[in-house]
T-cell receptor
Framework: DGGITQSPKYLFRKEGQNVTLSCEQN?????MYWYRQDPGQGLRLIYY???????QKGDIAEGYSVSREKKESFPLTVTSAQKNPTAFYLC???????????FGPGTRLTVT | KQEVTQIPAALSVPEGENLVLNCSFT??????LQWFRQDPGKGLTSLLL?????REQTSGRLNASLDKSSGRSTLYIAASQPGDSATYLC???????????FGKGTKLTVNP
């Protein structure tokens, strides 16, 4: 069963704690992306990776970190430096850059 | 910097009506433009991808067009059904880059 999985679906954390969101894919896609979605706003790119062991900052990378140690996995850590972490986080993949992007089901993070 | 606008923000139509959703972008130097569907609380589902060299793409009752010179794309939905109710998002690549820039979406409601 091919696809993109994000876990957990809902995540709750206390302010000041770091939290890591999981994104796994078995589509054999090279490129992976993390987006953030807030009510009334379009999706905004946090980080993206076009190849293992390499990644680039997107438009809103401050307060976030990523790693790409395996082709299948692209975890996102939301650090305590992120001022407004509560949001819906979406992971996406594509065969390569500038190709069709496919999205996972998302993780809703609530920080109180 | 690429900016993507979708008008209207919300649209309500009776079942069976043909409808058009609009998307405009500011930078015509795009690699591609992609249309997505998002159901409440879910990830994005890719509907259609139009490469910069193409004028339109069709999938079932959906037809998407691209006019780079005017910076516009339209998504045509034929014979709308209540199951088409969702938010439709348009995304265009940022000039010279494979990164996608998203509009805020059009929330479509099809009434039985």
């Amino acid at each position: 069963d091919g696809g993109i999985t994000q876990s957990p679906k809902y995540l709750f954390r206390k302010e000041g704690q770091n939290v890591t969101l999981s994104c796994e894919q078995n589509l054999n896609h090279d490129a992976m992306y993390w987006y953030r979605q807030d009510p009334g706003q379009g999706l905004r790119l946090i980080y993206y990776s076009q190849i293992v062991n390499d990644f680039q900052k997107g438009d809103i990378a401050e307060g976030y970190s990523v790693s790409r140690e395996k082709k299948e996995s692209f975890p996102l850590t939301v650090t305590s430096a992120q001022k407004n972490p509560t949001a819906f986080y979406l992971c996406a993949t594509s065969v390569q850059g500038a190709h069709e992007q496919y999205f996972g089901p998302g993780t809703r993070l609530t920080v109180t | 910097k690429q900016e993507v606008t979708q008008i209207p923000a919300a649209l309500s139509v009776p079942e069976g009506e043909n409808l058009v959703l609009n998307c405009s972008f500011t930078d015509s130097a795009i690699y591609n433009l992609q249309w997505f569907r998002q159901d409440p609380g879910k990830g994005l589902t890719s509907l259609l991808l139009i490469q910069s060299s193409q004028r339109e793409q069709t999938s079932g009752r959906l037809n998407a067009s691209l006019d780079k010179s005017s910076g516009r794309s339209t998504l045509y939905i034929a014979a709308s059904q209540p199951g088409d109710s969702a938010t439709y998002l348009c995304a265009a690549t940022q000039g010279g880059s494979e990164k996608l820039v998203f509009g805020k979406g059009t929330k479509l409601t099809v009434n039985p």
